[in-house]
């Protein structure tokens, strides 16, 4: 089994449903630390040739507090939704992209990462991924440990004989620590480029369901 993690966030670029369809099983880190200014709450969409940002506030921020345990501020929806509209009325799937924004903003959670992990199945459901989801957090210790000891540890412990990582993390993990532990580690590095860096909803407002479902497998996995 070929497992993959990370912390959730608001609507990520396409390369992290990549990460998701390219594992077999993908945990979502709800006990990691909210981080302010982070991809946590916030992406960036194009509006009228500028990148602007698409938020969902939070209620009394800290960086002391774990994701799971963070709570969403009262969310304007009809706002959020009317910024999508402007942004992207003109676009060629703006239907799509406009009723999947829906979907999310619909969301009544009040739990940060109850709403983004409910976001999470919505874009897979869109996307045609079919990863199961787990979290983080159901493994009871896991988080007592260190950066990569915990890695190690959810593997081990789901029996994953390898790792999929972001390609930005080839600068905190080394190939050869996984070996040692009997785990391939691989890196995901997007091809999709035109899939963009912006969130996936501007992907989704810019490209069928079926090019985007083409472009899912347009990566290579860098291993050592």
């Not at 829906?102 to 919505?122: K, Q, Y």
């Not at 899939?195 to 290579?220: C, I, K, Q, W």
Request: charged letters at 25%; proline letters at 3%.
């Amino acid at each position: 089994m070929i497992l993959a993690a990370n912390q959730p966030y608001l609507l990520p670029y396409f390369p992290y449903w990549q990460l998701i369809h390219a594992a077999d099983l993908f945990l979502v880190g709800d006990d990691y630390a909210y981080m302010k200014h982070s991809w946590i709450n916030r992406n960036r969409i194009r509006m009228n040739g500028d990148i602007i940002y698409l938020r969902a506030e939070i209620r009394k921020k800290s960086s002391f507090r774990l994701i799971k345990d963070t709570s969403l501020a009262p969310l304007n929806r009809q706002e959020k939704l009317r910024t999508v509209e402007v942004a992207y009325h003109k676009a060629p799937f703006f239907q799509e992209g406009y009723a999947l924004a829906e979907r999310v903003f619909g969301c009544r959670e009040e739990n940060l990462c109850r709403f983004l992990t409910a976001s999470i199945r919505e874009v897979c459901g869109y996307l045609d991924i079919d990863t199961p989801l787990g979290t983080t957090s159901s493994l009871e210790g896991n988080a007592l440990l260190r950066r990569e000891e915990r890695i190690y540890d959810f593997c081990h412990r789901l029996g994953a004989t390898g790792y999929i990582n972001a390609a930005g993390g080839q600068q905190l993990y080394r190939f050869e620590e996984f070996r040692r532990r009997g785990l391939q580690l691989n890196f995901l590095c997007s091809q999709a480029r035109e899939a963009g860096t912006l969130s996936v909803l501007d992907a989704v407002m810019h490209h069928s369901r079926d090019e985007l479902h083409t472009l899912l497998d347009h990566y290579t996995l860098l291993h050592g």
